[in-house]
């Protein structure tokens, strides 16, 4: 690079650009409000940055990234004009020769789930989460426009720039919404050459024989198995879109790569890790034991966890997940389970067929609660820990249909897992429904919130002592010093704010 800068800059809000101390699931802390912790000690001790050479290029940067990296120069694009950035450097990058600055962001204006749940207007606290404040802060720096350059925002979260009002008072020029890989490339090709452009930019569905392999490290090791879900709940992107596996070389390949740039973790990317290579719904378990295998035997490589699976593929075939433990050589003090995130969503069999009837199949909808049993139980034998989620507000959601929620945290409570309640924000299929917030909480709402608290609170303490075990002894001490101090101090205020929230619900 001259003092010109390069043609295209890349980079990501600074929640994205860090490996969260090689426990990724920690980046659900972003989605918290700024408030919580001081930003000196979230950013030291629970985000750090990724590591940087040569004056900010990012060594690991996220997957969505690195994947509109690989697709711009398998388009053409030298690459001596690309580079990939930490947001915090960005402006030694940028100059007169810039064109587009590219930027990744899974929840720009906090609008989603997690974000709405616990902050801003609907949430439970008042503020801005650390991403979307992380966000605005990168994206508003006038620098970046200084000599003219676009700004394209994409990743999971681009769907909350689609109103054009939203841009421009941020100064966003274009978003791309879903699968860059395809129509990045000619929209870039366009703004670099300041032809016209449209504001918003629908992505394709991409076939994995084109998908462009990642040419550089990942946050969290992260590497993409399988595209899509299929399963169809209409409250969920993913799930509507289709189910694609890639190739186990292209997967290798991925994991290699991650190895050469130091990433050593490696979390293998589905939305169902136990569908890999699957026969529509149906587990192929011979498929899934040959990728964690091969995972596992990349030289270099330490540890492989998975990023998400079904409940339903767990209980369909109920030994997969203790021989993929015994692959893995989990038990260990330094590897004492596997966890991922999973979708427990409601107890309600009602609300399973009005709104997600493919996500317990090949099982019937009236089977759900005892699925999600049956799941958790096979999960504790096999040293598998669920992060489970349930959606509240769900359009046609009735009190008996939380109760019966309620229910099933009952039946749930001796399994080791972490279930976070989530409010429905209207996306997919529901799109044109009505969000849900705190303010919409009945008193059985608030009777799930004390559930799913108290569930966390058995074992909070436990799990953080684990899970935290490779961090640096003083971010360790720090992440343990604050679970500590909820569960011990903490948490009876806490649960008395929510008992009197819910008496107040019973009044209204």
């Known amino acids: 690079m001259g003092a010109g800068g390069f043609k295209i800059v890349l980079t990501a809000e600074r929640c994205l650009m860090s490996d969260y101390h090689g426990s990724l699931f920690l980046g659900f802390c972003a989605c918290a409000p ?43 694009f030298p690459r001596e004009d690309i580079v990939v950035v930490h947001p915090d450097k960005i402006r030694k990058f ?41 966000f605005r802060e990168l994206v508003t720096d006038p620098y970046l426009k200084r000599w003219g350059a676009k700004i394209v925002v994409g990743g ?9 009002k939203a841009r421009k008072k941020l100064g966003v020029d274009v978003v791309v919404i879903g699968e860059g890989e395809n129509v990045v490339p000619p929209l870039f090709e366009k703004l670099v050459n300041g032809e016209d452009f449209e504001g918003v930019v629908y992505g394709d569905v991409v076939d994995v024989q084109v998908m462009p392999n990642i040419l550089g490290g990942t946050v969290g090791g992260v590497v993409e198995v ?39 973790n490696i979390t293998l990317h589905a939305e169902d890790i136990l569908r890999y290579k699957a026969n529509g719904v149906h587990v192929q378990p011979e498929a899934v034991k040959e990728l964690f295998s091969a995972a596992k035997n990349v030289e270099g490589v330490k540890n492989v966890g998975p990023s998400h699976f079904a ?16 692959i893995m050589e989990v038990g260990s003090k330094e590897k004492p ?23 317990v ?21 096999s040293l598998w820990v669920p992060c489970g989620t349930l959606v509240l507000g769900l359009p046609g959601e009735t009190e008996e249909d939380v ?56 074992w909070a303490e436990e799990l953080a002592i684990e899970y935290v075990g490779r961090m640096p002894w003083l971010a360790r001490k720090y992440v343990l010093g604050f679970m500590r101090k909820v569960v011990h101090h903490m948490a009876g205020k806490a649960r008395k704010e929510i008992l009197r929230m819910m008496e107040e619900a019973s009044k209204r």
């Open 226 to 264: 399988a595209r899509g879900c299929g399963r169809g709940c209409k409250f969920c992107v993913p799930t509507l879109q289709r189910f694609r596996c890639r190739p186990l070389q292209d997967i290798v390949e991925e994991i290699r790569v991650n190895v050469r740039d130091g990433q050593t």
């Open 94 to 134: 940028i100059g007169p020769e810039t064109k587009v600055i590219g930027i990744t962001s899974n929840d720009p204006l906090g609008r989603g789930p997690a974000s709405t749940t616990f902050t801003g207007e609907t949430g439970f606290f008042d503020g801005e989460p650390y991403d979307a404040w992380k």
């Open 361 to 381: 199949k090949p099982f019937k909808p009236e089977e759900w609660p005892e699925i999600v049993e049956q799941a958790f139980a096979i999960c504790q034998d």
């Open 403 to 458: 109760y019966a929620t309620l229910e099933l945290m009952e039946r749930l409570k001796p399994y080791k897992s972490i279930i976070v309640p989530l409010f429905f924000v209207p996306v997919g299929g529901l799109k044109e429904s009505r969000g849900f917030g705190v303010k919409d909480m009945k008193r059985c709402h608030w009777e799930l919130i004390l559930a799913c608290w108290d569930h966390g609170m058995r």
């Open 311 to 326: 409940l339903a593929s767990v209980v369909e075939k109920p030994s997969l997940l203790k021989e993929l433990s015994e």
């Open 156 to 164: 999971p979260g681009a769907w909350q720039l689609e109103d054009e």
């Open 337 to 359: 389970w596997l966890s991922g995130q999973t979708g427990v969503e409601t107890g309600s069999p009602r609300m399973i067929e009005l709104n997600m009837p493919g996500k």
């Open 34 to 76: 700024k408030t919580m912790w001081h930003p000196f000690f979230y950013f030291r001790f629970i985000c750090p940055s990724a590591p940087t050479y040569d004056g900010g290029k990012a060594k690991l940067a996220p997957y969505g990234t690195r994947k509109i990296e690989a697709a711009l120069l398998a388009y053409g």
